[in-house]
């Protein structure tokens, strides 16, 4: 039997889980073990929060949206792209139906019109998605010492104090990084961070330099917990806060007796913080109970780091190894739904931190959130807005007029 097994049965027999092929109830909650399942029906069977689902209906055109825009604004002196290009990018970019018709779907952000020169059509910004993109550009640049503290932060989580620069790449947005986070942030604090060559051929790593100053950070949890224990209306005892995480449950989901007892036990449970130094892991029922906690710890804090609380998981997976993390990412994620919040909308899995989510929005938004909330109120509002014309009929005028100025472009061409 593997570690992994072994471990896993080890702590769910400590929190008295019965091992079970399939969720007793679909609105019924209880910690249900895939031994005899597969991974996707483990997490099919997850309790679905509608109030993170229908934010990720959006979220999942707002990442086709701005992956046009980033090639859009790749040339910064003719901000614009060719129809033709985005649609031999189309299964890559999944436009399902087209480029033409997901432009299209979003009048208030993408233009479509006509270039004479080249004699074919392109695709440029609308000036309200250009000046959320400034807007979004200038507050980055505006926060570059908090975005120097949240790659120390990481490289503090790992035991080497360094991670690989591609896993860095893979979340330069979602840490609120600039695009050219190698030179305005790494390059321009060398006194603080280095990169060295690794085993791997063509591979960085991001290294904390030898002296800075990186013990004496306080995780998210534990301000969380000072504010809890100030309140003058607190019934928690102090020693039970100690090593306690925020639970919110999604509306719907049922708990039993003997769930929230086991979770008291696991709050009560000690461990070692994200920054904390550890030592060798024990084998014992306690030492695996805090071995998972602080694994729930680091991705907390992680997640906590980000800019919109959130992150697909195999992004964060990039840097498990890294975090000393041994368990497997998504299951942690699965097994605390009271912390986290799963997502399987446009065909990826992305991690939400619930205690950082009201109504579908951050309840302690940043200048960067709130640019890029700017551009998702725009692909929500769609083609509402737009002169009251049937969608069909204007698809057709559109296309048409685009071909018409293009041939009056063609006959007005010397010979």
Avoid at 55 to 75: F, G, S
Avoid at 192 to 217: I, M, R, W
Avoid at 337 to 364: D, M, N, Q, W
Wanted: proline share 5%; with cysteine; glycine share 4%.
């Amino acid at each position: 039997m593997s570690n992994r097994v072994c471990f896993k049965k080890g702590y769910l027999k400590l929190m008295g889980v019965k091992f079970l092929g399939k969720q007793e109830h679909p609105t019924r909650f209880s910690m249900c073990v895939r031994f005899k399942t597969t991974s996707s029906q483990y997490v099919a069977s997850r309790f679905r929060d509608p109030t993170f689902e229908k934010l990720m209906d959006n979220y999942k055109n707002l990442v086709k949206v701005i992956a046009i825009q980033d090639l859009i604004l790749a040339n910064p002196k003719n901000p614009s792209v060719s129809i033709d290009f985005l649609s031999k990018l189309s299964q890559k970019l999944h436009l399902n139906r087209g480029a033409t018709a997901f432009l299209r779907k979003f009048p208030h952000i993408f233009h479509i019109y006509y270039d004479p020169s080249k004699l074919k059509p392109f695709c440029r910004l609308t000036d309200a998605a250009l000046d959320i993109s400034r807007q979004e550009a200038e507050t980055i640049n505006a926060s570059l010492p908090v975005v120097v503290e949240r790659l120390v932060r990481i490289l503090s989580m790992s035991a080497s104090r360094m991670v690989p620069l591609r896993a860095v790449f893979k979340v330069w947005r979602e840490l609120g990084l600039p695009d050219d986070f190698e030179d305005s942030v790494i390059s321009a604090n060398s006194g603080v961070f280095q990169l060295c060559d690794a085993h791997e051929p063509n591979t960085h790593l991001l290294k904390l330099v030898d002296g800075v100053f990186s013990n004496g950070f306080r995780a998210a949890v534990e301000d969380w917990r000072v504010v809890e224990c100030c309140k003058e209306d607190c019934s928690v005892d102090r020693m039970e806060m100690q090593f306690s995480f925020k639970h919110r449950y999604p509306p719907g989901m049922r708990l039993t007796k003997n769930f929230r007892a086991k979770v008291k036990e696991w709050q009560r449970s000690p461990y070692a913080g994200p920054y904390e130094v550890t030592g060798e892991k024990k084998k014992s029922k306690t030492g695996m109970m805090a071995t998972e906690k602080r694994a729930v710890s680091i991705v907390h804090e992680f997640l906590s780091l980000t800019v919109e609380k959130m992150v697909e998981v195999e992004k964060i997976s990039q840097f498990r190894r890294w975090f000393g993390i041994d368990l497997n990412i998504r299951d942690l994620f699965l097994d605390h739904p009271g912390i986290f919040y799963l997502s399987t909308k446009g065909k990826t899995h992305t991690v939400f931190l619930r205690e950082a989510y009201e109504r579908g929005c951050l309840i302690e938004p940043n200048p960067v959130y709130d640019a890029r909330r700017r551009l998702l109120d725009l692909v929500v509002l769609g083609r509402r807005g737009l002169p009251a014309v049937n969608s069909k009929l204007q698809d057709t005028s559109s296309c048409n007029e685009v071909e018409q100025e293009g041939n009056q472009q063609r006959h007005e061409l010397p010979s």
